[in-house]
Nanobody, 124 residues
C-alpha cells in the first residue's frame, strides 16, 4: 500500500504561482508512475501531469508550459509547480501513484493510489 498526502494549495491571484507537494510513504519502491489530477467545479476529473521512472514527463494540453512536475526520489516527494495561474485552474488537486506505466490521459482511471487532495483557488 502507498499513502499520499498533498500540501501547498492556497488562494492566489491570476498570474501567480503555487507549488504543490505530495509526500509518499509505504511501498513507494513499487511505484512506476506518479502524477497529479484535478477536479475543477462543473467538470470531470482531469489528468494534469505525470512522471515515470527514468524522468519522462507529460502534461495535459491545458497546463503545458505553465505547470512543471518533478519527483524527489530521496525524499519520496512529488511536486507540481503551478505558474501563470488562471481562474479556470481553480479546483481540488490530487496526487496519484501507479504500479504500472500510465500516461496523463490515464491518470484518473488507471492509477492505484491517490491522496485526499489540496485546494487551489485562483481569483481574477
Amino acid at each position: 500500500h502507498v499513502d499520499l498526502v498533498e500540501s501547498g494549495g492556497g488562494s492566489v491571484q491570476a498570474g501567480g504561482s503555487l507549488k504543490l507537494s505530495c509526500a509518499a510513504s509505504g511501498a513507494v519502491s513499487y511505484v512506476t508512475t506518479m502524477g497529479w489530477f484535478r477536479q475543477v467545479p462543473g467538470k470531470e476529473r482531469e489528468g494534469v501531469a505525470v512522471t515515470h521512472l527514468g524522468g519522462s514527463t507529460n502534461y495535459a494540453n491545458s497546463v503545458r508550459g505553465r505547470f512543471t512536475i518533478s519527483r524527489d526520489y530521496a525524499k519520496n516527494t512529488l511536486y507540481l509547480q503551478l505558474d501563470s495561474l488562471k481562474p479556470e485552474d481553480t479546483g481540488m488537486y490530487y496526487c496519484a501513484a501507479g504500479l504500472a506505466n500510465y500516461d496523463v490521459e490515464e491518470l484518473v482511471s488507471g492509477m492505484d493510489y491517490w491522496g485526499k487532495g489540496t485546494l487551489v483557488t485562483i481569483s481574477s
